[in-house]
Structure formats: C-alpha cells, structure tokens
T-cell receptor
Framework: ETGVTQTPRHLVMGMTNKKSLKCEQH?????MYWYKQSAKKPLELMFV???????ENNSVPSRFSPECPNSSHLFLHLHTLQPEDSALYLC?????????????FGQGTRLTVV | KQEVTQIPAALSVPEGENLVLNCSFT??????LQWFRQDPGKGLTSLLL?????REQTSGRLNASLDKSSGRSTLYIAASQPGDSATYLC?????????????FGKGTHLIIQP
C-alpha cells in the first residue's frame, strides 16, 4: 500500500454541494498538509497540521474546512465552492513540520466544480 | 515572501543526453530543498532531498546540488531515457516567519525523445 493515499481520485460537484476529501498516511508521520495545484501556477500550501493541531492556514477561504482527527488522517471538507476552485488537491505528510525531513505526497484528488 | 523559480519551463531533448534543470530561490534561510517528479494527472514523487548542511545528493542517474549562498539548486540527469519524461518540481522548505511547508516552483516540463 502506498505511503499516502487520497480518496476519491476524481470528484465533480455542484456549487451547492458538500463533499469531503480524505487523506491517510501509513508512514508514521506527525505532520500533514493540504496543497492546491491549479493550471500554470505553483503548488499552493493551504493547511498544515502537526500532531493533529493546525499550525497554518494560508489565507484559505472558509468554504474549505480541514479536519485532522489523528496524525494519520486528514480531511478537507468542501461546501459552496466556486468554479475557480477546480484543481488538483494534494495531500502530503512528513515526520515533522520543522523542515529537514522529506515530504511525501498522495496521488491527489482532481476536483471539478460545475 | 519566499519564491522559487525554475528554468527552463520546458525542455525537449533526444534520448541519451545529459541535462541540467535549474532552480533558484529568493531566501537563503532555507532548511532543505526537495526535488520531485510529477507525471500527468498524478501526484508528486520525491526524488532527492538536500539538507541545508549538504551540498549535493545522488540517487542513480540523478544528482542534485544546493548552493545556499547563491540561492541555487540544480538537478542533473545523466543518460536521459524516455521514461524520464515528466514535470520536475523544485521546492524549498522554509521555517519561521512563514508557512511551515514547502514553497514550490512552477516546474520544468521535460520530454525525452526516443
């Protein structure tokens, strides 16, 4: 089983829907991250969790709501999204947030908002 | 604000050539630098991690260097193969005063012609 697993792989949702993205890591890491990858833009850091506590919210709109129930699982709850939120959402984990450790990524969820 | 720049944005070379991908960053207060590979529509695969105290790392046909004083990193690919075709991403890990996560460049889209 891969180190970082994301589900679903693809998601199409209407602007009034509520959906959730799931990420699970099997690496024993303490830090987990959500990134957004849009066309022609660098990956953007959205949220950081360390030992289940949110340490960073990179000015993300409130229609994105993260949840980290334990160090192995991370969710991104979505509601009333806009078409410009369509992107590849990537989850990552690392041993610690304090740099110096290798980050591992999942395969991503391709989100399309219609 | 930290910024990571990758040059060239795209590169197409015949199979067998040795090539160099460039990455520059604006802030020398970097913890480490990580190179990733991304295949179309997929997640990121970690290639090499260079700690701030190191100058280079090698893995198979890949060699990455880091020069903090000049704010540059290079990824050297020896004897390129068609299977090396992908987008290569450079990311710097900064801590303190900013997000505890990776700051990415836009990537170099590499095509190796058979």
């Amino acid at each position: 089983e891969t180190g970082v697993t994301q589900t679903p792989r693809h998601l199409v949702m209407g602007m009034t829907n509520k959906k959730s993205l799931k990420c699970e890591q099997h690496l024993g890491h303490n830090a987990m991250y959500w990134y957004k990858q849009s066309a022609k833009k660098p990956l953007e850091l959205m949220f950081v969790y360390n030992f289940k506590e949110q340490t960073e919210n990179n000015s993300v709109p409130s229609r994105f709501s993260p949840e980290c129930p334990n160090s192995s699982h991370l969710f991104l709850h979505l509601h009333t999204l806009q078409p410009e939120d369509s992107a590849l959402y990537l989850c990552a984990s690392s041993q610690d947030v304090r740099g110096g450790t290798e980050a591992f990524f999942g395969q991503g969820t391709r989100l399309t908002v219609v | 604000k930290q910024e990571v720049t990758q040059i060239p944005a795209a590169l197409s070379v015949p199979e067998g050539e040795n090539l160099v991908l460039n990455c520059s960053f604006t802030d020398s207060a970097i913890y480490n630098l990580q190179w990733f590979r991304q295949d179309p529509g997929k997640g990121l695969t970690s290639l090499l991690l260079i700690q701030s105290s190191q100058r280079e790392q090698t893995s198979g046909r890949l060699n990455a260097s880091l020069d903090k004083s000049s704010g540059r990193s290079t990824l050297y690919i020896a004897a390129s193969q068609p299977g090396d075709s992908a987008t290569y991403l450079c990311a710097g890990w900064y801590s303190g005063g900013g997000a505890d996560g990776l700051t990415f460049g836009k990537g170099t889209h590499l095509i190796i012609q058979p």
